[in-house]
Nanobody, 121 residues
Framework: QVQLVESGGGLVHPGGSLRLSCATS????????IAWFRQAPGKERERVFC????????YYEDSVKGRFTISRDNAKNSVYLQMNSLKPEDTAVYYC??????????????WGQGTQVTVSS
């Protein structure tokens, strides 16, 4: 059974940092790409970042360039999203997802439950 569980969200002041974690199970993690999405209130879900099975990273939102990084730890079956210099517009529910393919793509079939990130003074 494929499972993805996000954690690490919370309330942070503008300019602060958070590290989100996506713990996975039910598949061979080292062979799989993982993506992070986010959905702000009243907006469509948007793809933020992805890391392939080989560790190639791709960001999809210019607004996170230079502020967010994605990494993976195959020993812990986990992917991380380090978010620095957070802005109020980063406020959203953040989800990790996978298609069980080794490359990043647009469609994802397996999702976590999400973790709330709120950036506010």
């Amino acid at each position: 059974q494929v499972q993805l569980v996000e954690s690490g969200g919370g309330l942070v002041h503008p300019g602060g940092s958070l590290r989100l974690s996506c713990a996975t199970s039910g598949f061979v993690f080292e062979n799989v790409a993982i993506a992070w999405f986010r959905q702000a209130p009243g907006k469509e879900r948007e793809r933020v970042f992805c890391i392939s099975s080989s560790g190639v990273t791709t960001y999809y939102e210019d607004s996170v360039k230079g502020r967010f990084t994605i990494s993976r730890d195959n020993a812990k079956n986990s992917v991380y999203l380090q978010m620095n210099s957070l802005k109020p517009e980063d406020t959203a529910v953040y989800y990790c997802a996978t298609s069980l393919r080794n490359y990043c793509q647009f469609e994802y079939q397996y999702w976590g439950q999400g973790t709330q990130v709120t950036v506010s003074s």
